[in-house]
Nanobody, 123 residues
Framework: QVQLVESGGGLVQAGGSLRLSCAAS????????MGWYRQAPGKQRELVAA???????NYADSVKGRFTISRDNAKNTLYLQMNSLKPEDTAVYYC?????????????????WGQGTQVTVSS
């Protein structure tokens, strides 16, 4: 069974920093792209940052220059370093990964999500 488990959320004052982690476990062949999404109350889920298996990254305009996405392929772990946090960054943050698995003798790519971790930034 494949799982993505996030950690590192919490309560922080504006201007502070947090580092989120997302560890993938289970029976999969490889991890393709990975990303962080967030959903604030009453709003749609949005992409925060993404990274390919080759290391290419892209960021939402609202977090450019403040957040850094990275991954440790040896540990199957995704990170999000969040600096200069603002109250508007408050949301549940979700990890997403495209994993390659063998299913019924075929190799396919499947999309997995973590359970989410709450980030709250106080003003």
């Amino acid at each position: 069974q494949v799982q993505l488990v996030e950690s590192g959320g919490g309560l922080v004052q504006a201007g502070g920093s947090l580092r989120l982690s997302c560890a993938a476990s289970g029976s999969f062949v490889s991890i393709k792209s990975m990303g962080w999404y967030r959903q604030a109350p009453g709003k749609q889920r949005e992409l925060v940052a993404a990274i390919t298996d080759g290391g290419s990254t892209n960021y939402a305009d609202s977090v450019k220059g403040r957040f850094t996405i990275s991954r440790d392929n040896a540990k199957n772990t995704l990170y999000l370093q969040m600096n200069s946090l603002k109250p508007e960054d408050t949301a549940v943050y979700y990890c997403e990964a495209d994993l390659t698995l063998w299913v019924v003798s075929r190799l396919n790519v499947y999309d997995y999500w973590g359970q989410g971790t709450q980030v709250t930034v106080s003003s």
